[in-house]
Each structure stands twice: as structure tokens, then as C-alpha cells.
């Protein structure tokens, strides 16, 4: 592929078809014209590609492109020659396009039509093929086409005859059957209706931003306004939704598992299905029955709600294979403890001791009528190594064996 000539955007403007510019289309006018198989035709366009200000004309070729004003008038004559064929090729072509009764083929060919029909085309050749460019048009009206018209010699037996006649149209003569842009539309207007264009695509596939917007803008007017103390009851509801919000969501810094509520420091008024922080939330609590409980050395102090039916607690513990300690407080006593497990050592039980000791468990009766809703279990470890875990179940029918 060779880049071998350039337009500036501050002389020529883009044609259009239908509101989209032709040099644009380059990609769909190929594929058409393969599907047509209409390949030759295809390689006289040069492709174009939008640099800087600059579109640059490109042909899959490995020779040497140059103007056609840069050959000898001889080799301009062949040239040109080739140049008329193509233009019967391509005329009777999209002839057949617009007289055809399918309108997909009547659009493609007024669109072709208007493909060529610039004041910016020029004509170049490399040796064996022919290019031209296209889609665009001189800003300056009394400009006339590049391309010179090729009449055939009528007297082939002089040399004077074999010179080429060359001929430029006016631009009256042109009859343009399509839109164009307008002519004192400078190449910044252009550039912004190409925007809009793409702007009017995004918002069509994504419709569904401008109600979403709408709706925080509205959100955001409202607070402004009764930030302006201007409020109404409208703004009133707003601001009890929102505070309730809030509440809800400084209330989750306490949960912990699938509980949810607060209670004060002693857990006298836990309530689980709470949903509002009421301030007097001081410390986690652990749920009864679905939550496994591990640490290691040193003291660890769990407090798990056991809920409003009376029963037994079983706590199943596992002291893998060193030893430590655990014991139960409810209502502010010692209610169970390792300290009960026969065998142990100053209350540590399993591993070094006696490995049959590894695993248990602890049980004591519960009855909320008589104080607390919830049990504390202190697990002390034995050394730094260490490492434990337990499972505290919810209270179950009758009591401790």
C-alpha cells in the first residue's frame, strides 16, 4: 500500500449522501463493489484516510504513482484512454443501479453517482493501473474539475490529432442530483456536524442514560432547594428517607454474621430482627447455632445470643493437638468450663495432655426469664503455637444430662 497524495481540508469540504460523508464510506463502498463483482472498477478509487487536516489518497500498488500532468502528452493520451474506459464502465454500471426496481440497488447507485462527481478529482497512473480521487469538492466555486474530459482524435493521421483535447466543465454544467454541504460551511462546522452525528448514535444506543440522569438531577435540585431552606413536603419525605438510610447503614458497623439490631453494653435489650442503629450499640454479638468460632494463643472472649426459648446449650470444641482452656459465663457466672472435663490440667484440656481429651463438649441450662439473653465463652490458649475451635448450638428441649 502507498500513500502518494494528500488534499488540504482548508480547500476542499466532503460531499455527502444521505447525511453521511462518501470518503467515510470507503470500507462499505468496497464491499459492495466485490459483491457486485465489480473489482476493476474498484481499484481506480483511491483509498482515503483523514490526517491532520490532510486526507491521504492510498493504492495497493508497488509502482511509482504519479499526476497525470507529469506524463508526456503521448502517454497522456493512454492514460486518458483508460481514464474513458472506466467511465463507461462505471456510468453504465450505476445506470443499471438506479433504473433497477430493487430500491437497496436504486440507493447505491445514486450514491455512486455522487462518488465521482467532485471538484476534487484528480487522475493518477503508475504505470498500468489508474486512480482517482473522489468524494470531495473544491471550496471555491469558480474552481473547475481536475480531471480533464478525453475526446478521441478525429483525425488519427496527424500528429495534431493525436494530442488529446482537453476540456473543463463548468460547474453550471454539473448536475449534482444529491445534497451536498454547503459551501460556506467551513471545514470546523463540518468536523462538528460529524460529531453530533456521533453523539445522536451514542445516545441512541444508550437511551437509557437520559431517564437515569433525569432522575439524579431532580434528586440534586431537591436537596439544593432545601439546603435553601425553601422546603416543601416533598423535601421533608427526601430527607427522612435519606436519614433513615443512614441510620440503616451506620447500623451495619455492628452486625456480625446473619444477626442484625444493636442493644446496650450488657445485651439486656438485643433484639435480632432490629434494623436502626438506636445508639446504644457497644459490642458484637455472635449468633447461636450457625457460626464456627476458631483462635489461637492468648484470651479470646465471644459473646453469643441464645435467643427467648428456654433449654440446654451444648458447646462441641476441638483443642487439636495442644492443649487450652475454655469456660462459660451466663448471668455473670462460670456456668461451664473445661475446668470440668476429668483429666485436665488447670482447666486445659486435649494434645500433650491426654489426646483422648482433644475433642468434647460443655453443657449448661439456659432460661432467658432468668436474666441475661446471651452467654460468654473465654478461650484462653496455651502457647503461641496453638489453635482451637468450637461450636455453640441454640437451645434445644430439656436440660443438661
Given at each position: 500500500m502507498?500513500?502518494?497524495?494528500n488534499?488540504?481540508?482548508t480547500y476542499?469540504?466532503?460531499?455527502?449522501?444521505?447525511?453521511?460523508?462518501?470518503?467515510?464510506?470507503?470500507?462499505k463502498?468496497?464491499n459492495?463493489?466485490?459483491?457486485?463483482?465489480q473489482e476493476?472498477l474498484l481499484?481506480v478509487l483511491?483509498?482515503p484516510?483523514?490526517?491532520?487536516n490532510?486526507?491521504?489518497?492510498?493504492?495497493?500498488t508497488?509502482?511509482?504513482?504519479?499526476?497525470l500532468?507529469?506524463?508526456?502528452?503521448d502517454?497522456q493520451?493512454n492514460?486518458?484512454?483508460?481514464?474513458?474506459?472506466f467511465?463507461?464502465?462505471?456510468?453504465s454500471?450505476?445506470?443499471?443501479?438506479?433504473?433497477s426496481?430493487?430500491?437497496?440497488?436504486k440507493?447505491?447507485?445514486?450514491?455512486?453517482f455522487s462518488?465521482?462527481?467532485?471538484?476534487?478529482n484528480?487522475?493518477?497512473?503508475d504505470?498500468?493501473?489508474i486512480?482517482?480521487?473522489?468524494?470531495?469538492?473544491?471550496l471555491?466555486?469558480?474552481?473547475?474539475?481536475?480531471?480533464?474530459?478525453?475526446?478521441p482524435?478525429?483525425?488519427?493521421?496527424?500528429a495534431?490529432?493525436?494530442?488529446?483535447i482537453?476540456?473543463?466543465e463548468?460547474?453550471e454544467?454539473?448536475?449534482?442530483t444529491i445534497?451536498?454541504?454547503?459551501?460556506?460551511?467551513?471545514?470546523?462546522?463540518?468536523g462538528?456536524?460529524s460529531?453530533?452525528?456521533?453523539?445522536?448514535?451514542?445516545?441512541?444506543?444508550?437511551?437509557?442514560?437520559?431517564p437515569?440522569?433525569s432522575f439524579?438531577?431532580?434528586?440534586?435540585?431537591l436537596l439544593?432547594?432545601?439546603?435553601?431552606?425553601?422546603?416543601?413536603p416533598?423535601?421533608v419525605e427526601?430527607d427522612s428517607?435519606?436519614?433513615?438510610?443512614?441510620?440503616l447503614?451506620?447500623?451495619?458497623?455492628?452486625?456480625?454474621g446473619?444477626?442484625r439490631?444493636c442493644?446496650?453494653?450488657r445485651?439486656q435489650e438485643?433484639?435480632?430482627?432490629a434494623?436502626?442503629d438506636?445508639?446504644?450499640?457497644?459490642n458484637?454479638?455472635?449468633p447461636?447455632g450457625?457460626?464456627?468460632?476458631?483462635g489461637?494463643?492468648?484470651?479470646?472472649?465471644?459473646?453469643h445470643?441464645?435467643g427467648?426459648?428456654?433449654?440446654f446449650?451444648?458447646?462441641?470444641?476441638?483443642?487439636n493437638?495442644l492443649?487450652d482452656?475454655?469456660?462459660?459465663?451466663?448471668?455473670?457466672?462460670k456456668?461451664?468450663?473445661?475446668?470440668?472435663v476429668?483429666g485436665?490440667?488447670?482447666?486445659?484440656?486435649?494434645?500433650?495432655i491426654?489426646s483422648s481429651?482433644?475433642?468434647?463438649?460443655?453443657?449448661?441450662?439456659?432460661d432467658p426469664?432468668m436474666?441475661d439473653?446471651?452467654?460468654?465463652?473465654?478461650?484462653?490458649?496455651g502457647?503461641?503455637?496453638?489453635?482451637?475451635?468450637?461450636?455453640?448450638d441454640?437451645?434445644?428441649?430439656?436440660?443438661?444430662?
Open positions: 502507498i500513500r502518494f497524495y488534499i488540504s481540508t476542499f469540504q466532503p460531499i455527502s449522501f444521505e447525511n453521511v460523508y462518501l470518503y467515510t464510506e470507503y470500507n463502498i468496497k459492495f463493489l466485490v459483491s457486485q463483482n476493476e481499484k483511491a483509498i484516510s483523514y490526517i491532520k490532510n486526507i491521504e489518497w492510498s493504492a495497493d508497488k509502482n511509482e504513482i504519479k499526476k500532468d507529469q506524463f508526456t502528452e502517454q493520451v492514460i486518458l484512454s483508460k481514464y474513458n474506459k467511465q463507461n464502465s462505471y456510468n454500471f450505476i445506470d443499471n443501479l438506479r433504473s426496481k430493487n430500491q437497496d440497488n440507493n447505491w447507485g445514486e450514491l455512486l462518488l465521482i462527481q467532485g471538484t476534487a484528480e487522475l493518477f497512473f504505470g498500468e493501473h486512480y482517482i480521487t473522489w468524494g470531495w469538492r473544491l471555491d466555486e469558480n474552481n473547475k474539475k481536475l480531471i480533464p474530459v478525453y475526446r482524435p478525429t483525425r488519427p493521421s496527424t495534431e490529432a493525436q494530442t488529446p482537453i476540456e473543463v463548468n460547474d454544467t454539473e448536475q449534482e445534497p451536498v454541504i454547503d459551501e460556506n460551511e467551513s471545514f470546523d462546522e463540518i462538528k456536524s460529531w453530533l452525528d456521533r453523539f445522536y448514535l451514542f445516545l441512541k444506543k444508550l437511551w437509557w442514560l437520559i437515569m440522569f439524579i438531577i431532580i434528586i440534586l435540585v439544593k432547594s432545601c439546603e435553601n431552606n425553601e422546603c416543601d416533598v423535601c427526601l428517607r435519606i436519614d433513615s438510610l443512614g441510620h447503614l451506620d447500623s451495619c458497623e455492628c452486625l456480625e446473619v444477626v439490631g442493644m446496650d453494653k445485651y438485643y433484639n435480632p430482627d434494623n436502626v438506636d445508639k446504644s450499640c457497644k458484637k454479638i455472635n447461636c450457625n457460626k464456627t468460632v476458631s489461637g494463643f492468648q484470651v479470646s472472649q465471644m459473646t445470643a441464645l427467648d426459648k428456654a433449654g446449650i451444648k458447646i462441641k470444641y476441638d483443642m493437638k492443649p482452656k475454655m469456660e462459660v459465663y451466663y448471668n455473670d457466672k456456668v461451664t468450663s473445661t475446668y470440668d476429668r485436665n490440667i488447670d482447666g486445659n484440656v486435649g494434645g500433650k491426654n481429651l482433644q475433642k468434647g463438649e460443655l453443657c449448661f441450662n439456659y426469664a436474666g439473653s446471651f452467654c460468654t465463652v473465654v478461650v484462653t490458649g502457647s503461641s503455637d496453638t489453635s482451637w475451635q468450637y461450636w455453640l441454640c437451645p434445644a428441649s430439656g436440660s443438661c444430662r
